[in-house]
Protein backbone atom coordinates (compact mmCIF):
# COMPACT_ATOMS: atom_id res chain seq x y z
CA UNK A 1 0.00 0.00 0.00
CA UNK A 2 3.11 2.30 0.71
CA UNK A 3 4.54 1.72 -2.71
CA UNK A 4 1.27 2.77 -4.76
CA UNK A 5 0.68 6.12 -2.80
CA UNK A 6 3.78 6.87 -3.28
CA UNK A 7 3.80 6.05 -7.29
CA UNK A 8 0.22 7.84 -6.83
CA UNK A 9 2.02 11.10 -5.74
CA UNK A 10 4.90 11.23 -8.13
CA UNK A 11 2.62 10.93 -10.42
CA UNK A 12 0.33 13.96 -9.14
CA UNK A 13 3.87 15.81 -8.75
CA UNK A 14 4.78 15.24 -12.59
CA UNK A 15 1.57 16.58 -13.42
CA UNK A 16 0.87 19.39 -11.35
CA UNK A 17 3.30 21.60 -12.81
CA UNK A 18 2.11 21.07 -16.50
CA UNK A 19 -1.55 21.86 -15.04
CA UNK A 20 -0.82 25.23 -13.51
CA UNK A 21 0.80 26.61 -16.87
CA UNK A 22 -0.97 25.49 -19.43
CA UNK A 23 -1.64 29.23 -20.67
CA UNK A 24 0.89 31.84 -20.71
CA UNK A 25 1.03 35.12 -22.93
CA UNK A 26 3.75 37.62 -23.09
CA UNK A 27 4.47 41.11 -25.09
CA UNK A 28 7.82 41.16 -26.07
CA UNK A 29 8.82 39.02 -23.87
CA UNK A 30 7.27 40.39 -20.67
CA UNK A 31 4.51 38.71 -19.11
CA UNK A 32 1.59 41.69 -18.55
CA UNK A 33 2.99 45.46 -19.63
CA UNK A 34 5.39 46.54 -21.94
CA UNK A 35 6.37 50.42 -23.41
CA UNK A 36 7.52 50.81 -26.89
CA UNK A 37 8.44 53.92 -29.14
CA UNK A 38 5.86 55.07 -31.86
CA UNK A 39 6.70 52.42 -34.97
CA UNK A 40 8.00 49.70 -33.17
CA UNK A 41 7.37 46.05 -33.67
CA UNK A 42 5.81 44.36 -30.51
CA UNK A 43 5.71 40.52 -30.67
CA UNK A 44 2.50 38.81 -28.80
CA UNK A 45 3.40 35.30 -27.76
CA UNK A 46 0.81 32.50 -26.35
CA UNK A 47 2.07 29.12 -24.81
CA UNK A 48 -1.03 26.87 -24.87
CA UNK A 49 -1.27 22.94 -24.69
CA UNK A 50 -1.26 21.33 -28.29
CA UNK A 51 -4.95 20.82 -28.43
CA UNK A 52 -5.97 24.35 -27.48
CA UNK A 53 -7.07 27.05 -29.69
CA UNK A 54 -5.76 30.98 -28.92
CA UNK A 55 -7.82 34.44 -30.10
CA UNK A 56 -6.24 37.87 -29.91
CA UNK A 57 -8.74 40.46 -29.55
CA UNK A 58 -6.35 43.73 -30.19
CA UNK A 59 -9.47 45.91 -29.10
CA UNK A 60 -9.67 48.06 -32.85
CA UNK A 61 -7.77 47.17 -36.47
CA UNK A 62 -4.53 47.77 -35.91
CA UNK A 63 -2.98 47.73 -38.89
CA UNK A 64 -6.43 47.94 -41.41
CA UNK A 65 -9.06 46.52 -41.95
CA UNK A 66 -9.81 42.88 -40.19
CA UNK A 67 -6.44 43.12 -37.77
CA UNK A 68 -8.30 43.11 -34.89
CA UNK A 69 -8.70 39.38 -34.34
CA UNK A 70 -6.04 36.80 -34.78
CA UNK A 71 -5.47 32.77 -33.80
CA UNK A 72 -1.84 32.27 -34.08
CA UNK A 73 0.14 32.10 -31.10
CA UNK A 74 2.29 34.16 -32.52
CA UNK A 75 1.89 37.98 -33.41
CA UNK A 76 3.27 40.97 -34.24
CA UNK A 77 1.63 44.00 -34.93
CA UNK A 78 3.51 47.60 -35.86
CA UNK A 79 2.04 50.28 -33.15
CA UNK A 80 2.17 54.05 -34.26
CA UNK A 81 -0.33 55.71 -32.37
CA UNK A 82 0.76 56.29 -28.54
CA UNK A 83 -0.93 55.26 -26.02
CA UNK A 84 -2.02 52.64 -24.09
CA UNK A 85 -3.72 49.24 -26.04
CA UNK A 86 -5.32 46.45 -23.77
CA UNK A 87 -5.12 42.99 -25.60
CA UNK A 88 -6.92 40.44 -25.13
CA UNK A 89 -5.42 36.25 -25.40
CA UNK A 90 -8.47 33.68 -24.70
CA UNK A 91 -7.40 30.13 -24.64
CA UNK A 92 -10.11 27.43 -25.57
CA UNK A 93 -9.92 24.34 -24.41
CA UNK A 94 -10.66 20.81 -26.37
CA UNK A 95 -13.25 20.41 -23.00
CA UNK A 96 -14.51 23.59 -23.95
CA UNK A 97 -13.53 25.64 -21.20
CA UNK A 98 -11.53 28.62 -21.98
CA UNK A 99 -9.35 31.03 -20.11
CA UNK A 100 -8.32 34.58 -20.57
CA UNK A 101 -5.33 36.64 -20.06
CA UNK A 102 -5.49 40.72 -20.38
CA UNK A 103 -1.94 42.38 -21.54
CA UNK A 104 -1.12 46.06 -21.87
CA UNK A 105 1.54 47.92 -24.28
CA UNK A 106 1.99 51.58 -23.73
CA UNK A 107 2.80 53.38 -26.85
CA UNK A 108 5.27 56.70 -26.31
CA UNK A 109 6.18 59.09 -29.14
CA UNK A 110 8.32 61.64 -28.30
CA UNK A 111 8.21 65.41 -30.36
CA UNK A 112 11.11 66.47 -32.16
CA UNK A 113 13.54 68.95 -30.40
CA UNK A 114 12.51 72.50 -31.16
CA UNK A 115 14.28 73.19 -34.16
CA UNK A 116 15.28 76.97 -34.67
CA UNK A 117 12.17 78.67 -36.48
CA UNK A 118 13.67 79.13 -40.27
CA UNK A 119 10.53 81.77 -40.58
CA UNK A 120 11.17 83.89 -37.86
CA UNK A 121 13.76 86.33 -39.44
CA UNK A 122 11.60 86.85 -42.34
CA UNK A 123 8.71 87.76 -40.15
CA UNK A 124 10.47 90.06 -38.63
CA UNK A 125 11.43 91.98 -41.68
CA UNK A 126 7.90 91.84 -42.74
CA UNK A 127 6.92 93.39 -39.62
CA UNK A 128 9.88 96.16 -39.22
CA UNK A 129 8.98 97.22 -42.92
CA UNK A 130 4.90 97.19 -42.19
CA UNK A 131 5.95 99.57 -39.07
CA UNK A 132 7.97 101.66 -41.20
CA UNK A 133 5.47 102.46 -44.14
CA UNK A 134 2.68 102.83 -41.12
CA UNK A 135 5.29 105.75 -39.94
CA UNK A 136 5.82 106.97 -42.81
CA UNK A 137 2.35 107.23 -44.47
CA UNK A 138 1.40 108.97 -40.58
CA UNK A 139 4.24 111.27 -41.33
CA UNK A 140 3.28 112.32 -44.90
CA UNK A 141 -0.46 112.28 -44.23
CA UNK A 142 0.25 114.69 -41.14
CA UNK A 143 2.27 116.80 -43.58
CA UNK A 144 -0.38 117.19 -45.82
CA UNK A 145 -3.06 118.14 -42.80
CA UNK A 146 -0.85 120.94 -41.68
CA UNK A 147 -0.06 122.11 -45.40
CA UNK A 148 -3.62 121.92 -46.23
CA UNK A 149 -3.19 120.50 -49.41
CA UNK A 150 -6.06 118.17 -50.38
CA UNK A 151 -6.00 115.86 -53.74
Given at each position: ????S???L?????????A????????????????????TN?????V????A??E???????????S???????V???????????V?????Y???????????V???????????????P?????????????G????????????????
Amino acid sequence: MGRSSCSGLLLLFLLLPAAAAEFETSVNGEERLTVVESGTNVEFVAVVPANASVEWDFGRDLTGPGSRWNDSTNVTQMLHAAGAYGVTCTATYYDGSSEQEQLWVIVSWEEADNEPDAHRPLFVALAGAELFMSGWLLWQTWRLKEAKVYL
